[in-house]
Every structure is written in C-alpha cells, then in structure tokens.
C-alpha cells in the first residue's frame, strides 16, 4: 500500500510539473546574457492564476507603489481592487523559479465595471466606445528596483501585447505620472490620450497614452523575434488551456482557429482576496454587485 502511494504521489508531482510547464512560457539560453538575466533562476513569464501568484503579485506592487509614495500602508501588505478580480483581467507575471519578479496588468473594459480611467479619462475613453472599439488599459506595472536593469519588462510588454493582438483588442491605454511618459513611449509606441489631469487617489498628476494595437504590428513583431522566447506566444496561448474546463476560460476566433486563453480565476480564489481586503467592494453599486456575484457563484458578498 505505501510502495502504491508513493507512485500515485509521484506521478501526480511529475504531471503537474507537466502542466505548469506547458503553462509557463521560458527564455532561452541564448537570450539570458543579452537580457542580463543570467542570475535569475529559471526565468519564465506566464499569467497568474495561482492563489500563491496572485498574493505574491499583489505584495509587490504594494511595495513597489508604497517606494513611490503613491499609496497608503496597510495591513495586508497587498494592493489590488476589484478590477484585479475580474474574470477578463490578466496579470502577466515574470517569475525566478518559484518567485514573482515583475508585473503587468491589462483591464479589458466592461460595461458594468468600465475601466479604471474613467475617474481621469471617460469622456475620452466613451469616443472609442462609440467607435466600437475594443479597449484596455494597463495597470499594476511593477518591479523591484534590484530587477528594473535586467529588461525583464520588455517580456512582459511582448506578451501582453500580442495577447491583445489576439483577443481582438484595438487600444491599450494607460494613465500615468508626466514624468513617466518617455519610458513607456519606449516601451509601446503610445500617443498622447487626453490632456494632463490631476489624480487625487494617488496625489500626483497623471497623463493618458493609448497605443492602436494593429498599426503597430510590425515594429512588435521585430522586437518579439529577438527575445528568444522558447516558443511562438501563439502556441502558448494555443496550449494553456490544458486541463482547463470551459467553463473557466475566455475564447476567441483567429484565422478559423480557436484559440484558449488565460484561466479564469475560480470562486475559492476571488473569496480568499475579498475575505482579506472586503473595502474592495465598498464603491460597487447594486448592478455591480450583482454582476461580480454572477462571475462568481457561490461568492457571498458582504453589505455595506
């Protein structure tokens, strides 16, 4: 009986080191140096989907913002917000072995939700809407100062982008601080989107860019080829869905191909985040509500 646990145990180990390495998305050898991530070990880049990936996110970008002075300290050490918890956001993380180094967030806009930049930006954001275009915006973007030289974000931006490639997206917008703007300019060829505002939340003024993903596919598609990844974004997204219900994951057409994406966070998940921190849901109207617990079944939201 023990010898037959002991085999169960093992091939459970080997077939979900099996699944989190279809999942994970590698650089290549060749690629460390020129990167300077030779020191990182076993880099790789993939969504978060874990609870142990998501917290270990959400405690860096705390840190990383509280450095900055753009947020208060609280007791959790962890900042994130309902739209980090929607089953469209993605949280595209770079990770040495088993620790989160580096993230990048991408908020799809939702009808019951909007995005985050309309406290700043609707007006501008409502032009596109009516256009009927598909919009994103980009938010949590974080890593500690001792990984900001290694160019690990320029992963992440790749990956982020031909994930909106693919899903259809036709503007990646952000809001950030005036001083800001040259280095993501550099990152994406963004363009000014609305003028400078002040944004009282974080106390700072804040500038919107917007980038039109499909004119830029050319200039990404070089940058992409030179990152050695350790296969095409398109298989990874392809292949992600292993194991993965229906239920739990977003869909889309491309080129007559159906194509899985990222994996939806489960109820267990989002009832863990909302347990530690339940002032998420302070601001969310009656509809709102509703919607999240309908994401979610069997979330018991809490009243206020």
């Given at each position: 009986m023990n010898y037959s646990s002991?085999?169960?145990?093992?091939?459970?180990?080997k077939y979900t080191g099996y699944y989190d390495r279809r999942r994970t998305i590698r650089i290549k050898r060749s690629g460390l140096r020129r990167s300077e991530l030779e020191q990182l070990d076993r880099p790789a880049l993939k969504f978060a989907e874990t609870n142990d990936e998501l917290e270990q996110l959400f405690r860096l970008v705390y840190e990383v913002y509280r450095q900055k002075?753009?947020?208060?300290?609280?007791?959790?050490?962890?900042?994130?917000n309902i739209y980090s918890l929607l089953p469209s956001t993605t949280h595209v993380i770079a990770k040495s072995y088993q620790d989160v180094i580096s993230n990048l967030t991408e908020i799809f806009d939702n009808k019951y939700f909007g995005l985050p930049m309309d406290e700043l930006y609707k007006e501008e954001l409502d032009v596109l809407r009516n256009e009927g275009r598909n919009v994103t915006e980009l938010s949590a973007l974080a890593t500690p100062k001792e990984h900001r030289w290694k160019n690990i974000f320029h992963y992440l931006v790749q990956v982020v982008y031909?994930?909106?490639?693919?899903?259809?997206v036709d503007d990646i917008c952000i809001s950030i601080n005036p001083r800001h703007v040259r280095y993501y300019m550099y990152l994406f060829p963004f363009e000014r989107f609305g003028p400078e505002r002040y944004y009282e939340r974080v106390g700072a003024p804040a500038i919107g860019l917007r980038v039109k993903v499909k004119e830029i596919v050319d200039r990404m598609q070089e940058i992409c080829n030179d990152l050695n990844f350790d296969t095409s974004l398109l298989d990874y997204f392809k292949r992600i869905n292993?194991?993965?219900s229906q239920h739990d994951i977003s869909e889309v057409e491309t080129n007559n191909q159906e194509i899985v994406f990222h994996k939806r966070l489960n109820t267990q998940i989002v009832k863990y985040f909302v347990q530690l921190n339940p002032q998420i849901l302070s601001e969310l109207d009656k509809q709102q509500k509703d919607k999240f617990s309908e994401y979610y079944p069997g979330l018991h939201l809490p009243d206020f």
């Open positions: 002991e085999n169960e145990t093992n091939h459970e180990h002075n753009l947020v208060s300290h609280n007791e959790n050490g962890m900042l994130y031909w994930y909106s490639f693919y899903t259809n292993d194991g993965v």
